[in-house]
Every structure is written in structure tokens, then in C-alpha cells.
């Protein structure tokens, strides 16, 4: 799986390479376009969770081609942003460093500030699941007070 987010150097995206937990392998590379195909350069590393992962920061709007080394095996990425033929007979990974644009989310409502407030008031928490609706969670005590008043 790929993950893209902004990069600390201007003009670049930042890259995470990931593999799952259940890969069971002694070591991982990745390589590609970035690298010059070297294939012993870039080590993912094994997290707590047993998660494969490496970050790189590749400038931005450029497309590159990309494999992993599993243990000495070359392994295409199914997550990737695309797929190509590669002059071997299998395919390449491809990633293109961009970063996708965030979801807009609306602005509330001004029925929806007041159903806020009103919430809040009651000793409720507010919880915005989806941008058109307000959905409240009261504390018991809250819920005890408001029947004690109506």
C-alpha cells in the first residue's frame, strides 16, 4: 500500500511504502526509477504491529516505476497507483508523486451551530460522523438532568 502526504522538502511529496503483517519474509527492499533499480539500497523495516514500511520524499508530479525484493524475489505492488509492462515479461509498480486533494467538508449550518450549542449545554460531546448531519452523545448525567428538567 501506498500512503502520500506533504513532504518536509518544498517541491517534494512524501512517499510511504507498505506491506502487510502477514508477509512473512527475512528482509525487504524496494527499488525502482528513484534508486536506479538497486536492489540492496532501500530496506524496508519490520514495525512492532509486523508492518513492512519505508518513506521517501520524491519530487512532486513525477511518475516513477518501482518493485520490491522479497527475500531475493522481485514483487509487483497491487495497491500502487498503476501497473506497466516492464522488458522482463512482468509488470512494474508504478507511483506518481502527488498528493491527492484533501475532502472538503462543508460549513455548518446555522441550525446546525445551534443544535451544537444546545448539545453541548446538556453535557453532550458532538461528534460529526458526515458533513450534513450532528450527531450528539450525552453522559449519563447529562441524560439524567435533561429528564429531571422537561
Not at 539500497?41 to 512492532?48: G, N, Y
Not at 449550518?109 to 448531519?133: C, I, K, M, N
Request: proline share 5%; with cysteine; aromatic share 8%.
Amino acid at each position: 500500500m501506498i500512503k502520500k502526504g506533504n513532504s518536509p522538502i518544498p517541491g517534494h511529496v512524501r512517499v510511504v511504502f507498505e506491506l502487510p503483517s502477514c508477509i512473512w519474509a527475512d528482509r525487504i527492499f524496494l527499488c525502482g526509477d528513484f534508486n536506479n533499480w538497486r536492489d540492496s539500497e532501500i530496506q524496508l523495516q519490520q514495525d512492532r504491529n509486523g508492518v513492512w514500511r519505508t518513506v521517501l520524499d520524491l519530487p512532486l508530479g513525477k511518475r516513477y516505476e518501482f518493485r520490491y525484493v522479497i527475500d531475493g524475489e522481485w514483487r509487483t505492488d497491487s495497491h500502487a497507483d498503476g501497473q506497466t509492462d516492464n522488458s522482463f515479461g512482468t509488470q512494474n509498480s508504478v507511483v506518481v508523486a502527488q498528493v491527492e486533494q484533501t475532502e472538503h467538508i462543508a460549513p455548518l449550518r446555522t441550525g446546525q451551530v445551534r443544535e451544537r450549542q444546545v448539545a453541548r449545554s446538556r453535557g453532550a460531546t458532538v461528534a460529526r460522523p458526515h458533513p450534513d448531519r450532528v450527531t450528539t452523545h450525552e453522559t449519563p448525567s447529562a441524560q439524567n438532568t435533561r429528564t429531571k428538567t422537561s
